[in-house]
């Protein structure tokens, strides 16, 4: 297999060297690192406490995966990594002056969100259908509390994103101006983050 | 596959190889039974995906150095701790038994 890509720029839209915004900057603002380091250090309690729940209950762990629906999973995370790679290519186009080209990047950002929630209601549907529910044991309820709390991060950051779509609509970001729509861009690549260990240690790992 | 002289950027070929992880996760998930070199794959795509995320999307790869470190070491310290809880797991029940 031989891939020969030419222009490997960041964003696709000029070299490293040509962004000066990222260069040994922090992305978008302190405020918003403050927020994602928060939000972090609280997935990351989530996780501490599902490998103690495992090491006493090893074989709920083990069973729990089995019953899930492992498609709905798999197509959650391919609609958060898809929204991640459209919020950055928005980011891309307001860099080059294409405003109008970024609001179309991030209206398939805001449907991927959609997506994304719509699986996880059906999902939680399917779920009480095969019996699954907050107390029917430890690993189901570590599940509901982690993807309920993802959940309502995949809410609140997707009102982020109209928000960075208004913004764009009224010319408040622009080519010079759109530090608050990186901001806003780091906040959704991290809740596709989190998702990234959630998925594994739900769905695959048992 | 070969891709020659294509604009194929960073930020496309990214999108591509965390579909296909993401692919190969559930594949896994279905068919393979729980074993500690599966842990440590699983272990390793985290990691990967993570860093892919961060350095492409988040655009942190040439970012302000404290934050490039804190969200890098997350994601090495994360998998690594998945895969030695699994490990230890007895040692840890009996760390943490009330």
Known sequence: MTITA????????????????????IPGNRAVWVGIFAEMTEFALFFLVYFIAKAHYPEQFNQGPLKLNTLAGMLNTFALISSSYFVAKALAAIR??????SIKWLWRAVCCGGIYLVIKVWEYHWNVGQGIETNTNKFYTMYYYMTFNHLLHVGWASGSLLWAIHQ??????TQKN???????????HMVDLAWVIIFPLLYVLR | MIIKNSTLSAL??????????????????????PSLAITAL???????KGRRIMDYFMELNHANSTIQFFMR???HVFPAMIFLSDLFSEELAALTAL
Not at chain 1, 168 to 173: D, E, H, S, T
Not at chain 1, 178 to 188: E, K, R, V
Not at chain 2, 42 to 48: L, T
Request: glycine share 6%; net charge negative; proline share 3%.
């Open chain 2, 73 to 75: 070491s997350y994601f």
């Open chain 1, 168 to 173: 764009l609509k009224v010319g408040r970001y």
């Open chain 1, 96 to 101: 080059i002056n294409k405003p109008d080209q």
């Open chain 1, 6 to 25: 030419t222009d490997f720029n960041l964003n696709g839209s000029g070299t490293v060297t040509q962004e000066p915004e990222t260069l040994n900057k």
């Open chain 2, 12 to 33: 496309d070929l990214s999108w591509i190889l965390l579909m296909t992880i993401t692919t190969a996760n559930a594949f896994v998930a279905e068919t393979a039974e």
């Open chain 1, 178 to 188: 759109h530090l608050g729509f990186t901001a806003i861009a780091c906040y959704w």
């Open chain 2, 42 to 48: 699983i272990c390793g795509s985290i990691a990967y």
